[in-house]
């Protein structure tokens, strides 16, 4: 009997399932076995990363998969200039990194594991590249087993460092097990997709960098009103406070990037069926998914929060409790967020998210800085949450506005 074929999609779910599975696992680690100072160093350093890593493709990673599917457009060349993206991107972080550390009088120890983490960042966005034309074309079913093998490496690095209290070595995993995970990608993009010989051709690197700088600008005003809380508490708090917020914030984080993987791995298809007008399964999925996200964290916040930090990171995380039952709320708006975006995106209005970002982020900074000194935790999730209401509110109007449009047309 012959078996159904899986989709593509569904690959790379399991992909981005094994990825974000593994780093929830990694982080309950650090949080139970380093304990909440050095967690606080921890989250820090991984903040700054997810702050700069919008450099390195600078918005132009669904882009780049678009150009991939464009049958006109030359794989090497679009490859060519992710890559160049990406190199004059990681310039950008370092640079960015040593004002950011000094600026805030880091002590050493804080400032320090921030290498680490860079290294991490940089790799895996040489690993992203990669993934861009799997993706694209349908080729994730050869990424499972190296996804994999690089997060059981990840994983058994973390533990050895947790058991010796090197929080360096910790940290440095995370790029042990990258460097792994784009070795093992370079060989599936050339054995699988095409051969990798990335070609210089400015007019190519022009469409992608115009098209995705919208993307660009919009995500550094969304990593704005997503991480000013970390850098703030990092600044008006102490570590301890940093490390309570982390842990709340990394499950909840766990929550939107599993959301981010489903709509990413959906995207191409989404794009068919846009074109070709059909109302398929894929596309009711797409609505519905992020709806019932919505409806089961909201019921998480409200039942399940004392549970999930004491049952995770134990009872030293207490103080936890409250900010998980606010993050989790903001959880569900922003995986409404997330597909939103990536819809635009499919329909070439991309145009509409710097404003909708800029928006969350003068929201979020101004109430972090009115609300932090006197609530500290409680107040910076709080400012999260307002910021993400709002930025929803303008991505629906907008769509809404656009298929009203349509329907006269």
């Known amino acids: 009997m012959k078996l159904p074929k899986i989709p593509a999609s569904i690959y790379t779910m399991v992909v981005q399932g094994l990825e974000l599975v593994s780093a929830v696992a990694v982080h309950i680690v650090v949080a139970r076995m380093h304990g909440p100072d050095a967690m606080g160093n921890y989250v820090f350093a991984f903040a700054l990363a997810g702050v700069l890593a919008l450099f390195l493709h600078f918005g132009t990673g669904e882009i780049a998969i678009r150009m991939y599917l464009d049958e006109k457009e030359d794989r090497h060349a679009v490859f060519g200039a992710t890559l160049v993206i990406s190199v004059l991107g990681s310039v950008a972080a370092v640079i960015i990194a040593i004002i950011v550390g000094y600026a805030m009088q880091l002590s050493f120890d804080s400032f320090i594991i921030v290498w680490p983490a860079l290294a991490s960042l940089m790799i895996n966005g040489l690993s992203a590249a990669l993934q861009q034309p799997i993706l694209a074309l349908a080729k994730s079913r050869r990424d499972v087993p190296m996804m994999a093998i690089s997060r059981v490496l990840l994983i058994g690095i973390v533990y050895v460092g947790c058991v010796k209290q090197d929080l360096y070595l910790t940290v440095a995993a995370h790029a042990i097990a990258g460097l792994v995970l784009t070795l093992g990608r370079t060989y599936v993009v050339n054995r699988h997709c095409f051969s990798l010989r990335p070609t210089w051709d400015k007019p190519t690197l022009k469409r992608l960098w115009r098209s995705g700088a919208q993307l660009g600008i919009g995500a550094i005003f969304g990593v704005i009103s997503a991480r000013s809380d970390m850098f703030l508490l990092k600044y008006l708090t102490t570590s301890a406070i940093v490390g309570y917020y982390g842990a709340a914030f990394r499950v909840v984080s766990a929550v939107v990037q599993s959301t981010l993987r489903v709509s990413a791995a959906l995207f191409p298809g989404l794009i068919e069926v846009i074109q070709s007008g059909r109302m398929t399964w894929g596309r009711r999925f797409f609505t519905l998914f992020p709806i019932a996200v919505m409806?089961?964290?909201?019921?998480?916040?409200?039942?399940?929060?004392?549970?999930?930090?004491?049952?995770?990171?134990g009872p030293q995380y207490t103080a936890a409790i409250p900010l998980m039952r606010i993050l989790?709320?903001?959880?569900?708006?922003?995986?409404?967020?997330?597909?939103?975006?990536?819809?635009?995106?499919?329909?070439?209005?991309?145009?509409?998210?710097?404003?909708?970002?800029?928006?969350?982020?003068?929201?979020?900074?101004?109430?972090?800085?009115?609300?932090?000194?006197?609530?500290?935790g409680v107040g910076a999730a709080g400012a999260t949450l307002a910021s993400e209401i709002a930025a929803l509110a303008i991505l629906l109007t907008t769509i809404v506005w656009f298929k009203l449009r349509s329907r006269k047309v």
């Open 295 to 313: 409806i089961s964290v909201s019921a998480a916040a409200i039942f399940l929060s004392d549970f999930i930090i004491l049952v995770i990171f």
């Open 328 to 376: 989790l709320f903001t959880a569900g708006f922003r995986c409404i967020h997330i597909f939103a975006n990536t819809y635009l995106i499919a329909v070439k209005l991309e145009k509409v998210i710097p404003i909708c970002h800029a928006v969350a982020a003068v929201i979020n900074v101004g109430l972090n800085l009115l609300l932090i000194p006197t609530y500290k």
